[in-house]
C-alpha cells in the first residue's frame, strides 16, 4: 500500500488483482484534468467527496473502465451529469458524505499511469 497526498494507491500486486476480476467488480476510470486512475465503482461518492476536499479538481470526468462509457461528470463534489441508474446507486451516500452527516470510508486508487499492457492485460490476448 502507497500513500500519495493523503490518498492511498494500491500496490501493483493488488491492482493486478483488482483488474483481473473486473468483469466480478465493476471499476471506474476517473479523469480529474490533472491525474487519471482506476477506482472501484461502489467508492465513488466517497472518492467524489474526497478528491474534492484534497485538492479541488472543479470537475471529474468518469467512465466505465471496461466499456469507456461516461457515468458521470462533477462539478466540485457535486453531480454534474449522470447516468439515472448510477446517480440512484451512489446519492444516499453522496448526499450524506456532502452534508457530514457521514464520514469518508478509507478507499484505494490505482494510477493509471503505472498500469501497462504487459503487467495487466496479458491474458486478453
Same mark, same amino acid.
Given at each position: 500500500? /502507497?500513500?500519495?497526498?493523503?490518498?492511498? *494507491?494500491?500496490?501493483?500486486? $493488488?491492482?493486478? &488483482?483488482?483488474?483481473?476480476?473486473?468483469?466480478? +467488480?465493476?471499476?471506474?476510470?476517473?479523469?480529474?484534468?490533472?491525474?487519471?486512475?482506476?477506482?472501484?465503482? &461502489? @467508492?465513488?461518492? @466517497?472518492?467524489?467527496? @474526497?478528491? !474534492?476536499?484534497? *485538492? /479541488?479538481?472543479?470537475?471529474? !470526468?468518469?467512465?466505465?473502465?471496461?466499456?469507456? +462509457?461516461?457515468?458521470?461528470?462533477? *462539478?466540485?463534489?457535486?453531480?454534474? &451529469?449522470?447516468?439515472?441508474?448510477?446517480?440512484?446507486?451512489?446519492?444516499?451516500?453522496?448526499?450524506?458524505?456532502?452534508?457530514?452527516?457521514?464520514?469518508?470510508? $478509507? !478507499? &484505494?486508487?490505482?494510477?493509471?499511469?503505472?498500469? /501497462?499492457?504487459?503487467? !495487466? *492485460?496479458?491474458? +486478453?490476448?
Amino acid at each position: 500500500m /502507497s500513500r500519495k497526498n493523503n490518498v492511498l *494507491f494500491y500496490t501493483k500486486e $493488488e491492482a493486478k &488483482k483488482l483488474i483481473e476480476q473486473a468483469r466480478i +467488480e465493476k471499476l471506474v476510470y476517473i479523469d480529474t484534468g490533472v491525474d487519471e486512475v482506476v477506482a472501484r465503482y &461502489k @467508492d465513488l461518492p @466517497d472518492i467524489i467527496v @474526497d478528491i !474534492y476536499d484534497i *485538492f /479541488s479538481f472543479p470537475e471529474l !470526468y468518469v467512465y466505465d473502465f471496461l466499456n469507456g +462509457e461516461q457515468l458521470l461528470t462533477t *462539478f466540485g463534489p457535486f453531480l454534474n &451529469k449522470c447516468k439515472p441508474n448510477v446517480r440512484e446507486d451512489i446519492i444516499e451516500r453522496l448526499v450524506g458524505l456532502q452534508r457530514e452527516e457521514i464520514k469518508v470510508k $478509507e !478507499y &484505494k486508487l490505482i494510477d493509471f499511469e503505472d498500469l /501497462s499492457e504487459e503487467d !495487466y *492485460f496479458q491474458e +486478453e490476448r
